[in-house]
């Protein structure tokens, strides 16, 4: 999948950056998250797809837009912790001059 | 880390987006995806022999066809494909190129083409022939018809290359390979052409053998055209070999007394046994037709043209087909030239004159056997004493002056009872005819030189 890489990187990058912003605005943001048992389900239902596209069961074009969507998904997720992580640190760093 | 799992409850928002990009990303990569992906496949198969491959990709996934020469090049052209950097699965639908049982191989000639038919055992040898086909035919159309099969004897491409070199030599015909046995049929495009495949084919590489060999030659012909205009006699065609050539054309001069011979004869092998033995004897019954043609084609020797009288041609068409060799076969369509108007006896005599200036009629050495040679010569005379008949003509026996006169003089009365014989025998009246011998005592050259014997020696027409 790395290999062709070069047909989509910009994507992958944006999922990236897209992640990144997400995690940056998860820290102080105030909405409701997603609930443990949700966060179950979706976990599940991730492992789930990363089991088919490691297994090769889903056929030709179908199987390459699952691997593409997890791998999108995954940098996300990292952009999502990268962000976040940062953010946390500003905002801590930042709370004892208050 | 409870920090992260407490924000990754927040982070859903950003799928939506997410999805968005990856329906975009998916939209637009999937056919370069696909097109590079075949392009990679396509390269890595660039050194492997295949027939009929076919390449196809869906998302990441290739189906591969192919027929493959063998188990091992099937194996590896699968695993090359599988190795190409992105392939995620090969739906591996190649297969062994079928294995013919017998292997069979063919080339046929026609008139406008050859055409390459049966077997061959790989892409490159099938170029291979179809190349030296157009190379070696000059010009020739080439039609492949050749299907790729396993299977082919050890140096295929040896013994069909030669069997290539042979088709060339055909004017039509076929030549298969089966396995290893070979089977050729047609004609030969030139005389000789069938002996040269013959020898072409002592070279085929152990193991292989000529199981038929049914070339057969272009007709072997010889023709003589005595054309009393021109008064020539025309040989042209073939004839064995330079000694037999000579032999015919100093035959010819023998028997053809007043004809130029134009020789345009050739030599080639090919000639059909007893050649000669069939062609003089043939030759001697044109020169008796006063126009005529002599035909000998293979072993079938056709004789047509005009006899200058009755008997002359009865004799021809019944006598001639005895002297042949075994399996000939001779057909002549003889007919008889119009009577000559008659002439005064003044009128013969210059006539008779005339004839024997040009020739003589000769005998065996020493006696009075009539030589076959002189055949036309006294159809001729024959012809002539015919258109006078009311005149009686002395037949004059002359000898050279060597030897007792006594024995000269019976020698040459002899010989002038066998030219009236002759005469007999082909319808004239005996009663026409004095023979008579002069033995040597009227020379018309000098006895001391071997010319001048031989002006000596010789028979005479006279009308009285």
């Not at chain 2, 049982?101 to 790989?122: C, I, M, Q, Y």
């Not at chain 2, 032999?247 to 090919?270: C, M, P, Q, T, Y």
């Not at chain 2, 005599?349 to 004839?355: G, K, M, T, V």
């Amino acid at each position: 999948m790395m290999a062709l890489a070069t047909f989509f990187w910009g994507w992958l990058l944006a999922a990236l950056l897209l992640g990144f912003g997400m995690g940056w605005i998860a820290v102080v943001h105030r909405a409701q998250g997603v609930s443990r048992m949700w966060m179950r389900w979706l976990a599940l239902l991730a492992i789930a797809l990363l089991a088919a596209s490691f297994s090769r069961i889903v056929p030709g074009r179908f199987g390459y837009w699952l691997d593409l969507f997890l791998v999108m998904f995954a940098l996300y997720l990292v952009g999502c912790a990268i962000g976040s992580w940062l953010r946390d640190r500003v905002v801590s760093r930042s709370r004892p001059a208050n | 880390m409870h920090g992260l799992f407490k924000w990754s409850s927040k982070w859903w928002p950003g799928v939506i987006p997410l999805v968005i990009f990856w329906g975009i990303a998916a939209w637009t990569s999937t056919a370069t995806v696909e097109g590079d992906l075949a392009a990679r496949s396509n390269a890595a198969l660039k050194d492997t022999v295949l027939d009929k491959r076919r390449i196809s990709v869906d998302g990441r996934d290739v189906t591969f066809a192919a027929n493959a020469f063998s188990e091992d090049g099937r194996l590896s052209a699968v695993a090359s494909v599988d190795a190409v950097p992105g392939v995620r699965l090969v739906n591996d639908e190649t297969r062994l190129v079928p294995e013919a049982k017998p292997f069979v191989w063919s080339a046929e000639r026609d008139v406008v083409r050859v055409t390459l038919g049966g077997n061959a055992p790989l892409p490159s040898s099938k170029s291979k022939l179809v190349e030296a086909a157009k190379a070696g035919l000059g010009g020739v159309e080439v039609a492949d018809q050749m299907a790729l099969a396993r299977g082919a004897p050890q140096r295929f491409d040896t013994v069909a290359l030669l069997l290539l070199d042979q088709i060339g030599k055909l004017k039509d015909g076929k030549i298969t390979l089966t396995d290893t046995k070979i089977a050729l049929a047609g004609m030969a495009r030139e005389l000789g052409g069938r002996e040269a495949i013959a020898a072409a084919l002592k070279n085929l590489p152990e193991g292989y053998s000529v199981a038929a060999n049914d070339i057969k030659a272009p007709p072997y012909v010889f023709q003589a055209y005595k054309d009393p205009v021109a008064v020539t006699l025309t040989l042209t065609g073939y004839v064995p070999d330079n000694n037999v050539h000579a032999a015919l054309v100093a035959a010819a001069g023998r028997k053809f007394f007043s004809e130029k011979v134009v020789d345009n004869l050739k030599a080639s092998v090919g000639a059909p046994s007893g050649f000669a033995a069939a062609v003089v004897p043939a030759l001697g019954a044109l020169s008796r037709l006063s126009t005529g043609t002599l035909v000998v084609s293979d072993r079938e020797v056709k004789l047509s043209g005009d006899a200058l009288y009755d008997a002359a041609a009865g004799q021809i068409r019944d006598g001639l087909g005895k002297d042949f060799p075994q399996g000939w076969q001779y057909k002549a369509e003889v007919t008889v030239k119009p009577a000559a108007a008659p002439v005064d006896p003044t009128v013969c005599q210059q006539l008779f004159s005339e004839i024997l200036s040009k020739g003589k009629i000769r005998f065996e050495s020493g006696k009075a056997d009539i030589v076959p040679d002189s055949a036309g010569l006294l159809d001729r005379l024959i012809e002539t004493a015919m258109r006078c008949p009311n005149a009686t003509i002395e037949v004059a026996g002359h000898t050279d002056g060597d030897g007792e006169e006594a024995t000269n003089r019976t020698l040459s009365e002899r010989r002038a009872q066998a030219v009236v014989d002759y005469l007999v025998r082909a319808g004239l009246p005996a009663s026409r005819f004095a023979p008579i011998g002069y033995g040597s005592t009227q020379p018309v050259a000098g006895n001391d030189s071997e010319d001048g014997k031989a002006q000596n020696r010789r028979i005479e027409f006279v009308v009285k």
